[in-house]
């Protein structure tokens, strides 16, 4: 069955850094798109980085550009994708999810599927 499990959450002073894991287990997800949103309590799920199914190409939302980095590993049946959070804002503080997406461009969340539960990160001013 088609599971995400996101990690790596926490809370962190404004400035901070922190690292975001998901792990995408079954045989078909590197050939996927994968994608990060997050959203803030009351606010829209939005998409804040995605990585083609090669790594090769990469999108972040203009809030986190050059804060943020995404990078993925695939192995055989699991596809391990990274969130590299630097500098971060309290307007970072945000449930962070992973999703997947056969088609690039796409940015709204109702175009990716296979949600994973998400990971809570907090950032102090």
């Known amino acids: 069955q088609a599971q995400l499990v996101e990690s790596g959450g926490g809370w962190v002073q404004a400035g901070g850094s922190l690292r975001l894991s998901c792990v995408a287990s079954?045989?078909?997800?590197?050939?996927?798109?994968m994608g990060w949103f997050r959203q803030a309590p009351g606010k829209e799920r939005i998409l804040v980085a995605s990585i083609s199914q090669s790594g090769f190409s990469t999108y972040y939302e203009d809030s986190v550009k050059g804060r943020f980095t995404v990078s993925r590993n695939n192995a055989k049946d699991t596809v391990t994708v990274y969130l590299q959070m630097n500098r971060l804002k309290p307007e970072d503080t945000a449930v962070y999810y992973c999703?997947?997406?056969?088609?690039?461009?796409?940015?709204?969340?109702?175009?990716?599927?296979?949600w994973g539960q998400g990971t809570q990160v907090t950032v102090s001013s």
């Open positions: 079954g045989p078909n997800y590197k050939d996927f798109i």
């Open positions: 999703a997947v997406n056969a088609n690039w461009g796409l940015t709204r969340s109702s175009d990716f599927g296979y």
